[in-house]
């Protein structure tokens, strides 16, 4: 496994689709930072995975079967993990207790997620699915972000009045604003999570590793 404690990521190189899961069991090794992805289904989280890998992979995972399971991408200094699209009106109690059990299982098991990314279309409102999640990030005490997408179909006023709202239901949790599409934010998205999340997990490691 390659690590880096450069303050940049690593280059897309490196970047590769390790597997797809949905028991602990079949997880890949534990022990390197995770950043995961959360969004409703159609959000545009495989187009953010895409742009954000640089492959083309989280389209293929879309395949029926797949959209269930979680999707582990290497980084090189850290891990994607890409979660299955939620959207409860549309399913049977069934599909939600499955969807709480792969959720709340990835977290019961992972203390190396340094990070959860909520992935919404910035036109969408915040819902009670998205409070939720936020809530529950907060119940187990990991910090969460929130990622407006498909920047490109709204306008400067639209943008303005959309974000208004938005910081009011955000309470002060941190987000950013992309476009998978033209691969505006991207960068920068990466960028920050890596300093402010990955980066302090490799020196807490390291910390950790030197008191022995
Ligand atoms: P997912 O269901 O959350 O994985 O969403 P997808 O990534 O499959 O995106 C759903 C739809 O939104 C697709 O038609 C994408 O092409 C489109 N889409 C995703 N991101 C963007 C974006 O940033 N800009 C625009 N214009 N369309 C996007």
Not at 40 to 45: E, L, M, Q, T, V
Not at 120 to 139: A, F, G, Q, T
Request: charged residues 25%; proline residues 5%; glycine residues 6%.
């Amino acid at each position: 496994m390659k690590t880096s404690t450069s303050s940049k990521p690593t280059t897309k190189r490196w970047r590769r689709y390790i597997k797809s899961a949905f028991f602990p069991k079949d997880f890949p090794a534990g022990g390197v930072p995770e950043i995961a992805i959360i969004g409703r289904s159609n959000a545009g989280k495989s187009s953010l995975v895409n742009a954000w890998t640089g492959t083309s992979d989280a389209k293929v995972s879309q395949a029926p079967g797949k959209t269930r399971l979680l999707n582990f991408y290497d980084m090189g200094s850290y891990r994607l993990v890409d979660m299955p699209g939620y959207g409860y009106a549309s399913r049977g109690k069934g599909e939600v207790q499955d969807y709480k059990k792969i959720v709340e299982s990835y977290f019961a098991v992972r203390s190396e997620v340094v990070c959860l990314v909520l992935i919404m279309d910035i036109r969408r409102p915040w819902s009670e699915d998205e409070e939720m999640l936020r809530i529950y990030s907060n119940s187990i005490d990991r910090p969460m972000v929130v990622v407006a997408s498909k920047i490109d179909k709204v306008n400067q006023s639209e943008k303005h009045s959309l974000l208004k709202a938005l910081e009011k239901a955000l309470q002060g949790t941190p987000y950013y604003l992309i476009s998978s599409t033209t691969g505006k934010g991207v960068e920068s998205l990466e960028e920050s999570l890596h300093q402010n999340y990955v980066l302090p997990f490799i020196e807490r490691q390291k910390n950790e590793k030197s008191e022995f």
